[in-house]
């Protein structure tokens, strides 16, 4: 509605745009047809005749908006009077519709009638048409194709966006939360019906096998670094769905970041055990040269990138390396591990918003596992979790159950081929738990029950639950089981105490690979560090290889 | 805390988790969960955070759990941090307390292992300050958050569990002073936090040999305090400054260029500076040992530089 402030400048004003006004209401009119004009004319006219006589000010942006919304709602309602209802209102426009072609310009005569208070705004005059008794009509109305509902949409830089008379905020959350995908229940029964939701014999016992060996591994790594044989380690117990179902899903021309809670992915594209303890141990052989901790594993060769420790800090690099994919047009996607912690760090934020504007193929998987070290997930966000994020960056998001192999393979394995044949990102939440301690530097019972723990680690397995289904189906058997277990378990330990007996890494490579060839400042450097324990040898670790 | 009810505390974990380094602990217990705040994960948006609560009247003090997350925060502390005061006209403090577990640690890889003070010391506004002993832990805390500009309290993750017995009466360091630990007649060695016990027991060696170092703890990393090295300079003619820093740009080299333009005259041999290596720290134990100035480095260099 205009704003009525009656100044003297406005006065002038006023009056210079209703003259205004009045040249173009003439423009208008001759340039439309009948149903057209006679809303717009209305309107113009009207504001027109409410300048210049009710000294209301106007400027021309409110001038512009208010004739547009005008022409939808008087179209809308001088339609419905017309062809309804006999007009006591405009008596003398009467004549003007009967004949199409007739110039209305006899129309716009000045006069200021009690037709003129029925202005074809808002909700002002609704209230006078009661009392007039006529029939109110609503927006919603004009559902068919009519030249008076034309203009239902304004036209803004960022699209189209219809209007709405209804004052309602969005809510913060919806009533009900996004329902999390699962096809297996808690006891490997399955609970849907599609049989193309399932897995073949092959790749379902890979898919058991290669969880089991993860959390074979974890124990003995975790053992070792307990034992004071590593400095660190960081386990995936009740993640183990999540790791090998999606590195299942995904072709080794993927390009994997992780977080660090993903080593399953690795196992799955052939990381063998004995490079997993070398790069624990941080020996002379590991791939990390013994530069970065344990857990930082990282393989160009299986297009898994070398592990940060800063949290969210690969998503925006995922988000550069999905964009070069798009420049190459390769038939592949990169996905990027994260867990809810992650998701409050503001490069997780931008790496979606890119993501999105990009077209980039990137494939966001999330683990909500409720934990980041001791902060709840009620404290981390508000929001239904990660999945509704998606939405606010214009990303198609799904959440799925974590724990349920069956369920993250169908889902990461049609996000892939939605990201590279559609070319955009998607976004995954996967509902887990995080049974494991936050690393071998924290104890989880200090802020949580042992109970809860214990509750997730038997009742909702992803394990257990795989185990469950392909026992059923008569793939697996307890036999196989045990020699399975019994073999992993070899193959840790040895893997473990081969990794503990290798040389440590040479001096010289603390100083390679900071740069492409060393500059003179490191040479001096490393010159400098050999003359110290030459001089000094009794001070320095004596199992240094130089 | 507890004589200033505008204190508070936020952070990743400080709250009922105590902090990564226990450094909060029993705090949210004792003085609720609003001011011992729990944030999210977002190093940026939580420092800005503590800037906006500082100039509004709150004295917080944001914890960064390991120094090198602050990186994350750089824009927050460089952009608003330091220069608000300054280009509001003064009408804007903040007073802030940016503090966290700094420096190479026992293997925790290059990312948790940096040294953020030779990457602050340029931002203008800003004060650092770095603590070494207990004793001064608690007075240039307290000091830190007693003053109106945001200060930067540089801990360090090996240092956590040192013990001492300190006076039970208030006490307050002064930001800009530098401690004398150790007086002596033959050569200044100046250091400053983890370094300093390093230093001390090269200094053992070093009067075992028959040298008389001074060893001076900087503590203050901007401004330099120097009005106690000028003194000790003057004494003894000969400098050697021993950090943690890498060679490039870091306190260290700073420290060699502001001795060089004021006291210079007063020199008897060049400047020597004793800092780590410019790489990445590694996580393997026999590398990262090396990357850090050892006892025997420094009792070397005296030993040259009183030749």
């Not at chain 2, 993750?157 to 956590?160: A, H, I, K, N, Q």
């Given at each position: 509605m205009p704003s009525a402030t009656a100044s003297s400048p406005y006065e002038v004003k006023a009056t210079c745009l209703s003259l205004q006004c009045m040249v173009l209401s003439f423009q208008y009119l001759s340039s439309f047809s009948y149903c057209h004009h006679l809303s717009l004319s209305l309107s113009l006219l009207y504001s027109s005749l409410s300048l210049s006589h009710t000294g209301r000010s106007l400027t021309f942006n409110n001038m512009a908006l208010w004739l547009t919304s005008t022409r939808r709602c008087g179209g809308n309602l001088m339609k419905k009077i017309i062809s309804s209802h006999p007009l006591p209102l405009f008596p003398n426009y009467q004549t003007t519709f009967a004949s199409s072609s007739s110039s209305p310009t006899h129309s716009i005569n000045g006069k200021k009638t009690s037709s003129f208070q029925y202005s074809f705004l808002g909700t002002r005059h609704y209230k006078s048409m009661h009392a007039a008794g006529e029939q109110i009509l609503t927006q919603e109305d004009d559902n068919d194709d009519s030249t008076f509902g034309k203009t239902k949409n304004m036209d803004l830089p960022g699209g189209k966006i219809a209007y709405t008379t209804d004052m309602k905020f969005l809510p913060g959350s919806s009533e009900e939360r996004v329902k999390c995908y699962r096809v297996l229940d808690e006891d490997g029964y399955p609970i849907s019906s599609n049989l193309l939701e399932y897995m073949s014999k092959e790749l379902a016992l890979r898919v058991y096998s290669g969880m089991v060996t993860l959390n074979t591994m974890d124990k003995f790594f975790y053992e070792a670094q307990r034992q004071g044989r590593l400095s660190f380690y960081l386990t995936s117990f009740g993640e183990e769905a999540i790791n090998l179902a999606s590195a299942a899903a995904l072709s080794f021309d993927d390009i994997v970041l992780a977080q660090y809670r993903e080593p399953g992915v690795l196992l799955w594209r052939g990381f063998t055990m004995q490079e997993f303890a070398n790069q624990c141990f941080g020996n002379n052989i590991g791939h990390g040269k013994g530069r970065q901790m344990p857990i930082h594993y990282g393989s160009k060769k299986l297009n898994y990138i070398t592990i940060s420790s800063p949290l969210a800090t690969q998503l925006p690099q995922a988000v550069g390396m999905a964009y070069s994919l798009k420049m190459d047009k390769k038939d592949a996607c990169v996905v990027a591990f994260f867990g809810d912690g992650t998701t409050s760090e503001g490069d997780f934020h931008a790496a979606l918003n890119f993501a999105a504007v990009m077209d980039a193929p990137v494939v966001f998987i999330c683990r909500n596992n409720g934990w980041a070290i001791s902060t709840q997930v009620t404290e981390q966000f508000r929001s239904d979790g990660v999945v509704v994020k998606g939405q606010a960056y214009g990303i198609p998001s799904i959440r799925v159950d974590g724990n349920d192999a069956l369920a993250v393979y169908n889902v990461v394995r049609s996000a892939r081929e939605t990201a590279i044949n559609e070319q955009r990102p998607i976004l995954i939440e996967a509902m887990t738990y995080r049974v494991s301690h936050h690393s071998t530097s924290d104890d989880s019972t200090k802020y949580r029950s042992k109970d809860v723990i214990e509750y997730w680690k038997t009742v909702h397995s992803p394990i257990t639950r795989l185990r469950n289904w392909v026992e059923r189906k008569g793939w697996w058997s307890d036999k196989e089981e045990s020699e399975l277990r019994a073999q992993t378990m070899k193959q840790v330990k040895h893997a473990i105490d081969e990794a503990e007996k290798e040389e440590m890494p040479l001096l010289r490579d603390m100083f390679t690979d900071v740069y492409d060839d060393l500059p003179s400042n490191l040479m001096e450097q490393e010159t400098l560090v050999r003359e110290t324990i030459q001089r000094h040898p009794k001070d320095f670790p004596k199992d240094m290889p130089l | 805390m507890e004589r200033d009810v505008r204190v508070c505390v936020m952070g990743e974990d400080v709250g009922h988790y105590g902090g990564s380094y226990k450094v909060t602990k029993g705090l949210a217990e004792k003085y609720g969960d609003l001011r011992v705040l729990d944030t999210p994960i977002a190093e940026n948006s939580f420092t800005g955070m503590g800037i906006g609560a500082a100039m509004t009247g709150l004295r917080p003090i944001i914890e960064g759990m390991n120094m090198g997350f602050l990186l994350l925060a750089f824009n927050q502390i460089s952009n608003n941090c330091g220069m608000l005061h300054y280009t509001s006209g003064g009408q804007f403090k903040i007073p802030v307390v940016i503090r966290g577990p700094g420096g190479v640690g026992r293997q925790l890889g290059a990312e948790h292992s940096q040294r953020l003070e030779s990457y602050f010391q340029s931002i203008p506004g800003i004060q650092m300050v770095a603590c070494s002993t207990p004793y001064n832990a608690k007075g240039l805390m307290k000091a830190a958050i007693r003053s109106d500009n945001p200060v930067i309290l540089f801990e360090h993750?090996?240092?956590?569990n040192l013990k001492e017995r300190i006076p039970d009466e208030e006490y307050v360091l002064n930001l800009e002073e530098a401690e004398m630990v150790r007086p002596g007649e033959h050569v200044t060695i100046l250091t400053y936090s983890r370094m300093r016990y390093h230093v001390m027991q090269a200094a053992k060696t070093l009067v075992n040999k028959g040298y008389d170092p001074e060893v001076i703890d900087i503590r203050s990393l901007k401004p330099f305090d120097l009005y106690t090295i000028g003194n000790s300079i003057k004494k003894t003619h000969r400098v050697l400054i021993v950090e943690e820093c890498m060679r490039t740009g870091g306190i260290g080299a700073s420290l060699t260029a502001a001795i060089t333009e004021n006291f210079h005259d007063y020199l008897d041999a060049p400047i020597m500076c004793l800092s780590s290596q410019d790489v990445p720290t590694p996580y393997a134990g026999t590398l990262e040992e090396w990357t850090v100035v050892q006892p025997p480095q420094i009792v070397a260099a005296v030993e040259q530089l009183c030749r």
């Open positions: - | 993750v090996l240092l956590y």
